[in-house]
């Protein structure tokens, strides 16, 4: 499993770094999305510290935060489905499947590459944030932050697989993870809290795991929050991975079966 | 009895045509109930014209395409067991497209020889071996974008052989290949026989290839398993007529006119003054050729030679699939037990 895993992490490190313009200018772009933000919240100053309250009060930290955690849920969501759909222009997915690699260690293998370069990206957005432009982490529960971050990342990988199961049966499934990914942006609380949105909104943001990951990490990095404080957000996280993810590999398992007896495993 | 290598028991393969959100009665057939069974060590050859149904049958021996009826044994396995079946065979295929084209050979093998299971020096030296077996030694660190079809191809094989598979399926091998790598091509797989006793199942368009290489040969037309035989077996089986080819003397219109009644449709030639080369199909029991040869001596035209040639698998082939007439007609006359003859004279 473990060699398979590094195998699918060096495959698509070489590609990546193959392309170096691209490479470096998704590096690049990194400084100029946290430089607009850090404008952005020395625009809005101490306006918006009220409604920030319970994460500091640091309009930059909140949306750092939200940047950061924004990333693994971008590629959560659409790194799945686009490494089914790469494989199967490429043609490459009959050949995977041609090997004794069991379904589930492709489907992860294949998002193993995105989730390490978002943790670079993730890293780099904290330095730039801390190094450059006077980023404080004062009361912080790092090992709360952690497992955050972790059930954060199965349950969003949990809602890729399954855009991915979509893709892999209608060959298309853009408009799931599109709709999923703007909905996080509008509602999760990624660029504002929850708690300046209608109630309706309030309440259907609930439904999406993102919502409890952000307040969850930004209360573990920003407000000190302990574990008892915490323990809502966790168990609700806790209850979305134990839900969707054998959800989403079963889902992922019956698509294939499904393609299988389409015989359009190569088609796209 | 030995188990087979491969063995299908009325496995069939219908696609639905809406798959999904309805379906329908009925559908394409790509695969009508077919039995078959290849032994441990053979080199079977399937033979058959686009979309006759050939990729689907093995894909449906590899697992990667499940049968909608019966089922089959492959290496040993039941297809319900697809990842012990995956592990014992190989499969070449002919598409070009599935290799990471960013990636140098080596590091695409290295990536499959790892989805295998294979590490470490194992896997290192796996690949190298296959590398050199296919003749790629040398070019490995090379873009695979930058490799030729005949490379691509070439590349295709050896990662088939990465794990040592004891079924080796070979979809199309020499279809890109160059004289010289399909002859390199024609030695490893005998070589693989040989030393390794690997039984190797070859789709090939090629006739003379399937000739040269294959124990035994199967037509697949139109999703059935016409006939499976010995190459050699086959065409007599098939098509029980030679090509006759004699020169004679007096004019082509006076040769013509004296076997008007025996020979109807003979092609004629002058390749000499006062000389006439008939072509003509008769049976191989020599009644009509007899015929021929009596009624000329009758009428005063000296014989210098006669060549008689067995029809090629090619041309079996050709008149078997020729057109949705053609392949009625063939049909009714070919099978096995007729020993009707096609080719009118």
Do not use: F, Y
């Given at each position: 499993m473990l060699t398979r895993l590094r195998a699918f992490l060096l495959r698509d490190f070489y590609i990546e770094t193959s392309y170096r313009l691209a490479f470096w200018v998704g590096i690049g772009s990194i400084f100029l999305r946290v430089l607009i933000f850090y404008f952005l919240s020395q625009f809005v100053g101490d306006q918006v510290a009220p409604l920030l309250e319970p994460y500091g009060g640091d309009y930059f930290a909140f949306v750092l935060i939200g940047l950061a955690l924004g990333s693994y849920f971008g590629v959560g969501l659409s790194s799945f489905s686009q490494a089914v759909r790469q494989a199967q222009t490429t043609g490459t997915l009959e050949a995977l499947l041609m090997t004794p690699t069991a379904v589930g260690t492709v489907i992860v293998g294949s998002a193993i590459w995105s989730y390490t370069y978002a943790t670079f990206r993730v890293l780099i957005y904290l330095l730039i944030g801390i190094g450059l432009l006077g980023l404080r982490f004062t009361t912080t529960n790092y090992l709360a932050a952690l497992l955050a971050l972790l059930l954060a990342i199965i349950a969003f990988a949990s809602i890729g697989i399954l855009a991915a199961s979509v893709m892999m049966i209608t060959k298309r499934g853009e408009a799931l993870t599109a709709l999923f990914g703007n909905a996080a942006n509008l509602i999760g609380g990624v660029f504002y809290p929850v708690s300046i949105m209608p109630n309706w909104l309030q309440t259907v943001a609930q439904l999406l795991p993102i919502t409890h990951a952000l307040r969850a990490m930004r209360l573990a990095?920003?407000?000190?929050?302990?574990w008892a404080d915490l323990a809502p957000e966790m168990f609700t996280l806790a209850a979305f991975c134990l839900v969707l993810f054998p959800l989403a590999l079963l889902c992922f398992r019956f698509a294939v079966e499904r393609a299988r007896q389409e015989g359009s495993l190569a088609h796209y | 009895m030995r188990d087979a290598a491969i063995e299908t028991f009325e496995l069939t393969k219908q696609y639905d045509q809406r798959p999904f959100f309805r379906r329908t009665q009925g559908g394409q057939t790509a695969v009508y109930p077919l039995n078959l069974r290849v032994e441990p060590g053979e080199l079977f050859g399937l033979l058959g014209p686009n979309g006759a149904g050939k990729t689907t049958l093995v894909k449906m021996l590899c697992t990667l395409v499940l049968p909608s009826g019966g089922t089959a044994q492959v290496a040993g396995y039941g297809l319900d067991n697809g990842s012990a079946i995956r592990a014992a065979v190989g499969l070449v295929s002919s598409d070009e497209r599935s290799f990471y084209w960013r990636l140098s050979a080596q590091r695409n093998l290295d990536f499959f020889a790892a989805m295998h299971g294979l590490r470490g020096a194992t896997a290192r030296q796996r690949v190298a071996a296959v590398l050199q077996d296919v003749g790629l030694e040398g070019v490995g660190e090379r873009p695979f974008a930058q490799f030729s079809s005949g490379m691509k191809q070439q590349l295709a094989i050896a990662r088939g052989l990465l794990h040592q598979p004891r079924l080796l399926f070979l979809d199309?091998?020499?279809?890109?290949?160059?004289p010289t790598a399909t002859h390199n091509l024609h030695l490893l797989i005998q070589r693989l026989r040989r030393e390794q006793a690997m039984t190797i199942f070859l789709i090939t368009h090629d006739l003379a290839e399937a000739e040269k290489l294959c124990d035994r040969v199967g037509l697949l037309h139109q999703g059935k398993l016409q006939t499976v035989g010995r190459p050699a077996d086959l065409r007599r089986q098939l098509w029980t007529q030679r090509q006759y080819s004699i020169v004679v003397s007096g004019k082509k219109t006076a040769v013509l006119s004296t076997l008007a009644s025996l020979l109807p449709n003979a092609e004629a030639s002058e390749p000499a003054a006062g000389q006439t080369q008939l072509s003509f199909w008769a049976e191989e029991d020599g009644g009509r050729l007899t015929a021929v040869l009596d009624h000329l001596r009758h009428h005063q035209h000296h014989i210098y030679t006669i060549e008689a040639t067995p029809p090629s698998l090619e041309a079996v082939f050709q008149r078997f699939t020729a057109g949705e007439q053609g392949s009625r007609e063939a049909e009714e006359n070919f099978l096995p037990c007729s020993p009707t003859p096609l080719p009118p004279i």
């Open positions: 990095l920003l407000g000190g929050a302990s | 199309e091998p020499s279809r890109s290949l160059d």
